[in-house]
């Protein structure tokens, strides 16, 4: 049973740069083609796609957060994460991880972690 | 930038059909896939492709999508259904989220 686990700090200062990690546990990142996800939900809103990176590298990020989004693999350690720079209090968010199997068009994303909560605060 | 629009919410009573919609541009010619979120939990796949049900999910959950609407539709509703409910397709390989769905089990 595959199971994905967010880590990092809980509380970042504005400008800052916020960092995540990843780690998947009951199978390889690497092992099969999957892409590995981020996705965030600030309090009592929706859902927003951060960005992904697949087993071979090629990452795909939100238009809209791209200019500050990096996402990269660890398979030492079995482990993908995130780095979002400049943040501010909009930043403010769950933040989950995910597995997305590839089966072309329409892959189901069908592993999150149980998210973590990371607020923007001087 | 590809939006996908859902109704606030829906009230259903249990026994009953609850249909939830999702509306974008030409949203029949992506597949749509459909996540059930309860309170402080993490979403849960229940539709992929349009129609999908992932293993583990009841048969009561189906969905379908044509023109510019996606609908999942929950038959014979239980109190656990209660939850929020998103849409999410891909536009120019970046995934959108709709903008989710309460269901409330009356």
């Known amino acids: 049973q595959v199971q994905l686990q967010e880590s990092g700090p809980g509380l970042v200062k504005p400008s800052q740069t916020l960092s995540l990690t990843c780690t998947v546990s009951g199978g390889s990142i690497t092992a099969e083609t999957y892409y590995w996800n981020w996705i965030r939900q600030p309090a009592g809103k929706g859902l927003e796609w951060i960005g992904r990176i697949y087993t071979s590298g090629i990452t795909n990020y939100n238009p809209s957060l791209k200019s500050r989004v990096s996402i990269f693999l660890d398979t030492s350690k079995n482990q993908f994460s995130l780095r979002l720079s400049s943040v501010t209090a909009a930043d403010t968010a769950v933040y989950y991880c995910?597995?997305?199997?590839?089966?072309?068009?329409?892959?189901?994303?069908?592993?999150w972690g149980q998210g973590i909560l990371v607020t923007v605060s001087s | 930038s590809y939006e996908l629009t859902q109704p606030p919410s829906v009230s259903v009573s249990p026994g009953q059909t609850a249909s939830i919609t999702c509306s974008g541009e030409k949203l029949g010619d992506k597949y749509v896939g459909w996540y059930q979120q309860k309170p402080g939990q993490s979403p849960v796949l229940v539709i992929y492709r349009d129609s999908k049900r992932p293993s583990g999910i009841p048969e009561r959950f189906s969905g379908s999508n044509s023109g510019n609407t996606a609908t999942l539709t929950i038959s014979g509703t239980q109190a656990m259904d209660e939850a929020d409910y998103y849409c999410q397709a891909w536009d120019s390989s970046t995934a959108v989220f709709g903008t989710g769905t309460t269901v409330t089990v009356l």
């Open positions: 995910a597995r997305e199997r590839d089966l072309g068009s329409g892959s189901p994303t069908d592993y």
